[in-house]
């Protein structure tokens, strides 16, 4: 399966902040925010990545990101002029996709939680249809809201940004696609405000019965960082988390060595890159007891 990162768009929400800058590249307590969507396609077992971004950041996330090897990955990159819609991702990725399945993630979502890892790897093992997720939330007109069969548990509907919502299970930014999505994608035509919207090809693969929507219970935060008060938020909430328990969420070349990506050397090498910082302590140590367990 490949991956792609979705970190376009122009972050007006974030203004004065990014008026220069992707509001992607931005920190999320310790780590640039995409270093977060970045980690759970890596727990997905995914190591060929295409980051969408802006022209004018492209070479700010090639600088941050490279090629990918420093990670054990590849990173490409490909640039979304305008934002298009989610749905464009597939458009824009259609030759890096080829016929593999894929998984879309935006670059501003956060995901946390015990066995994080293993449902997105089961999600990335589904032969065919798609897999999204689902998140109960206080405000769900703000997003795309899926509703559910009391009897049988299945998804009955998918709304994007309904006035009078039939639930408050609102579908995150992570999505796992068979390579039926392309031509799906390419079908689609814009909505009311101009966009190829996800919530229309995810529609589809509800129609002909090839959808599956994970229900992410209480034991797993979800995250965007898409305005002032959100990004605060989530960097308290991972500053908590870390602070707490003495270890990081989604520091890549930690994921990258516990998955056997990186070796010790190689990661005590990029610590050195980095000085005298807190962040570069934590690998060196990290490798230290990993080595020991």
């Known amino acids: 399966m490949k991956g792609i ?23 999320v307590h310790d780590k640039p925010m ?27 996330f090639e600088g941050l990101l490279g090629d990918g090897s420093a990670l054990g990955l590849s990173i490409t990159y490909a640039e979304q002029p305008q934002p298009n819609g989610l749905a464009e991702a597939f458009v824009i990725g ?16 956060i995901f946390y939680g015990a066995g994080l890892a293993e449902i997105c790897r089961d999600a990335a093992a589904q032969k065919t249809g798609a897999t999204i997720f689902a998140y109960h939330v206080d405000e769900p007109s703000r997003y795309g809201v899926a509703s559910f069969n009391a009897v049988t548990g299945r998804a009955e509907s998918i709304e994007e940004k309904p006035v009078a919502p039939r639930s408050n299970w609102a579908v995150t930014g992570l999505y796992f696609y068979d390579n039926d999505v392309l031509d799906i994608a390419a079908s689609v035509l814009p909505s009311g405000r ?24 209480r034991g797993y935060a979800w995250l965007d960082t898409g305005t002032h008060e959100s990004l605060h938020d989530a960097a308290s909430f991972v500053r908590t988390i870390e602070c707490r328990q003495g270890v990081k969420i989604m520091c890549p070349e930690e994921i990258a060595y516990e998955l056997g990506y990186l070796s010790a050397d ?5 610590a050195d890159t980095m000085g005298k910082t807190d962040y570069a302590a934590y690998l060196r140590r990290r490798i230290r007891e990993l080595a020991d367990a």
């Open 266 to 270: 190689e990661v005590l090498a990029r």
């Open 94 to 109: 259609r030759e890096f996709v080829g016929d593999s399945p894929v998984a879309l993630i935006l670059g501003d979502n």
């Open 5 to 27: 990162i979705l970190a376009g768009g122009s972050g007006t929400r974030l203004y004065p902040v990014t008026i220069s800058v992707s509001k992607q590249l931005l920190p």
């Open 194 to 217: 101009g966009e190829l919207e996800i919530t229309d090809v995810n529609r589809a693969y509800l129609d002909r019965g090839d959808l599956h929507v994970r229900r992410l219970g």
């Open 34 to 60: 995409i270093y977060y969507p970045l980690g759970t396609l890596m727990l997905a077992g995914i190591r060929d990545i295409l980051v969408i971004t802006l022209p004018r950041d492209k070479p700010l």
